[in-house]
Each structure stands twice: as structure tokens, then as C-alpha cells.
């Protein structure tokens, strides 16, 4: 199943919480292993450059015993070709999709303490 297109975006805003609960599941790697992907690609390269394959996403990958075939052919339909489309065609929409969930986390967190 691709990414979270625009159209998927509003209806992502209509599901229920069992509904997004199981949309979740069905990616390729749980929402925090895949913010981890992003955040070890954008350190990545910033000092390296893309040479335009996904050798720092199957590092990452292999580092974190992911199942390889499933997140790589999931990145593939989503335009992920390459560690730079990762970031570039893959985690504003992830962000979009789940930045509601993030700010509401950590609201919750900040009233805890």
C-alpha cells in the first residue's frame, strides 16, 4: 500500500482510532523505527553525499534487523528510489500524516511531568 497520498490524507483524518491503529500495523516498519530512518538519513547526509541508491537506508535497515524486503519495496512505491527521495518525496508526507499524533504525544508528555 503507498504512502499516505492527498487523498489519503483526508481520510486518514476521518479514521477512527482502531481504523488508524491497523493502517499503522500495515506499514512496513512501526511509526518510530521509521522517524528513525528519517533522522539517520538526514544526519547521514548532511556529510556525505547521496550517490542516488539506498545505501544508508539498508544500512540502517540491516543495523536494526528490519525486514529489508518488505520497508524497500514499500519506499520503491512510494518514489523512495534513493536515500535523498527518502527524504525528500517520503518523510513530508509521513510528517503530514502523523505530525497531529506527534503534537499530541507530546502535549500529553509535557502535562505528566
Known amino acids: 500500500m503507498p504512502l499516505i497520498k492527498k487523498r489519503q490524507l483526508e481520510v486518514w483524518a476521518q479514521l477512527s482510532g482502531d481504523e488508524r491503529e491497523r493502517f499503522i500495523k500495515s506499514l512496513p516498519a512501526?511509526?518510530?523505527?521509521?522517524?528513525?530512518?528519517?533522522d539517520y538519513l538526514d544526519r547521514r547526509l548532511e556529510v556525505e553525499s547521496c550517490l542516488h541508491n539506498l545505501r544508508f537506508t539498508m544500512q540502517f535497515l540491516m543495523e536494526n534487523r528490519l525486514n529489508m524486503p518488505k520497508v524497500m519495496s514499500w519506499l520503491n512505491e512510494n518514489g523512495g528510489y534513493c536515500d535523498c527521495e527518502v527524504l525528500e518525496k517520503i518523510e513530508p508526507h509521513w510528517f503530514v500524516a502523523?505530525?497531529?499524533?506527534?503534537?499530541?504525544?507530546?502535549?500529553?508528555?509535557?502535562?505528566?511531568?
Open 30 to 38: 512501526d511509526r518510530e523505527q521509521m522517524e528513525k530512518l528519517f
Open 98 to 113: 502523523f505530525g497531529d499524533e506527534l503534537d499530541e504525544e507530546e502535549n500529553a508528555a509535557d502535562h505528566t511531568v
